[in-house]
């Protein structure tokens, strides 16, 4: 039987089971923490949730927070997450929320309950979207460290979530997309329309070039010994035409041009109405709200600085010829600055 107290202009939910509380939550309305106790309640009974302590579940399944534990530890390998950074509060509520899930029986429902209790405290759409992203690419990544195969749950609750409005855009242009939303993409367009399609996203990431200077790439303007590509025409303020420049293809960007086949003229032999025709049916059907593939150019920049590329070598690759162009380019995350 749960209670429902209120401390100090708030409201405390307590689920017991034999007279002794297993679970508590505080909430700002009496309304979200009823809620949240009658969910409690009907998961404990559909053995969703241990009837005993949170802790007492991992014993008998793998919940959400085994695997939030498991992805924190593989960051910490590779690029730690820092304690005062968005990702780590993001993470902090996910498994405030959904810890004690078995990772198993996680439902489109469970992640309705959380962006409606997230709604409650105060996100809008575009953090739930957020936080569904990097829900995503925890199971993404920890399932594959615990060599697990989990159902699909975030792809699944996507279109109604969006139908809800529990997700959505943010008020102004400063899309950035999630690591697990440009994966989805990445791999419903290679599943749909081909490798070369799901290449051009990557790319685009990578590069922080627009849709037309891609498709225009061409085998004859690539340096192989400096790893340099010729941009011809480049969008210039004055200049409509002879604006070519020489831009630097860094990391993984050698790596995937190369890789692509040498059968004619152009590297990405697509046309760019249909490339952002199937981008846009792409995020359409993974319930990916309010991304353009322009975006991507704003990921690329932004990517840049977070590594600790300066304001002049930026430039060098994305051809802005002013930091108040540029700036525009640019949403930094601030716990990025950590780095």
């Known amino acids: 039987m749960a209670s429902i107290i209120e401390v100090k202009g708030k409201w405390r939910a307590q689920v017991r089971r034999r007279g002794q509380p297993v ?19 009907v998961d404990i009974d559909r053995g969703q949730l241990a009837p005993g302590s949170p802790g007492a579940a991992a014993s008998r399944v793998v919940t959400l927070a085994d695997l939030i534990k498991t992805y924190r530890e593989l960051r910490d390998q590779a690029r730690p997450i820092s304690d005062s950074s968005t990702e780590h509060y993001t993470l902090n509520h996910l498994e405030h929320h959904l810890g004690a899930r078995d990772v198993l029986r996680l439902n489109a429902q469970d992640l309705v309950g959380y962006c409606s209790a997230r709604k409650d405290e105060g996100a809008g759409p575009y953090t739930c979207n957020m936080d569904i992203g990097k829900l995503g690419t925890v199971l993404r990544y920890a399932a594959l460290a615990r060599k697990l195969t989990l159902p699909d749950v975030v792809g699944q609750a996507r279109p109604l979530l969006s139908h809800l409005g529990l997700i959505g855009g943010g008020g102004k242009r400063e899309r950035r997309p999630t690591e697990d939303e440009l994966q989805r993409l990445v791999d419903y367009l290679q599943a749909q329309h081909g490798p070369a399609f799901a290449d051009v996203v990557r790319f685009a990431v990578l590069t922080a070039m627009r849709r037309g200077e891609i498709v225009r790439l061409r085998w004859a303007d690539v340096d192989e010994a400096k790893r340099l590509v010729l941009v011809r025409d480049r969008k210039h303020p004055r200049r409509k035409l002879g604006n070519d420049e020489w831009i630097p293809l860094l990391g993984d960007a050698w790596t995937l041009l190369q890789s692509q086949p040498r059968d004619g003229e152009l590297i990405f032999p697509l046309h760019e109405q249909t490339l952002s025709k199937y981008f846009r049916w792409a995020c359409q059907a993974l319930a990916i709200p309010d991304l353009h593939f322009h975006d991507l150019r704003h990921e690329g920049t932004s990517r840049l600085f977070e590594v600790g590329y300066e304001v002049q070598q930026v430039a060098l690759v994305t051809g802005h010829k002013s930091w108040n162009q540029l700036r525009r380019y640019t949403q930094l995350r601030p716990e990025d600055l950590h780095r």
Not at 23 to 41: L, S
Request: aromatic share 16%; proline share 0%; net charge positive.
């Open 23 to 41: 679970y508590t939550r505080t909430f700002a309305t009496k309304a979200a923490a009823e809620r949240w106790a009658r969910q409690v309640e």
